[in-house]
């Protein structure tokens, strides 16, 4: 039932302006069961798809067309900005080496970003990562290890470029 809310309410979301009414959004998704905050900046036309737990700190900004992919948890601190398309994945499988099918047992797991972190559009974030305070993902990067604070990483996979502190 809580997925066919979600959805009728994201098909309502397309019809509201995108970069406005910002107070209205959280208020609704935190009806919906989510942990937003008030202050938090969401465009409409994010996706939503599983049955996941959102927490979204105060003054973050979440971006065109940012993805929640899998059944996991999402905890995203204060002050972060999320650019567009951003995919954030918590669900995968573990690798199969039988010949039939090499996904194999799915899973699901969980991606921490940490407050004031900057993540560049059209990234990439896997599940089981953390990324560390004041970092920043550097734009089309896919992170698959987790990221230290006050650090930039870049590319695929997202290696360290330096510190920003």
Excluded at 6 to 34: A, D, Q, V
Excluded at 62 to 71: R, T
Excluded at 106 to 116: A, L, M, T
Aim: aromatic fraction near 10%; charge should be positive; charged fraction near 15%.
């Amino acid at each position: 039932m809580k997925l066919i809310v979600i959805k009728l309410f994201f098909f309502f979301m397309l019809l509201l302006p995108h970069t406005r009414l910002y107070k209205f959004k959280s208020r609704f998704l935190r009806l919906l069961g989510f942990d937003i905050s008030p202050t938090a900046r969401i465009v409409s036309s994010i996706k939503i798809s599983g049955n996941c737990l959102i927490s979204i700190g105060q003054d973050t900004f979440i971006g065109h067309d940012v993805c929640f992919y899998g059944n996991g948890e999402f905890i995203i601190g204060d002050n972060v900005d999320i650019a567009p398309q951003v995919k954030l994945l918590t669900g995968s499988h573990k690798v199969d080496l039988l010949p039939k099918r090499a996904a194999g047992t799915g899973f699901n797991s969980y991606i921490q970003i940490g407050s004031g972190a900057w993540v560049g559009a059209g990234s990439i974030i896997l599940p089981g990562i953390t990324i560390g305070q004041n970092s920043i993902i550097a734009a089309g990067s896919v992170v698959n290890t987790d990221i230290e604070p006050f650090s930039l990483y870049a590319g695929n996979p997202a290696k360290f470029k330096k510190k920003l502190i």
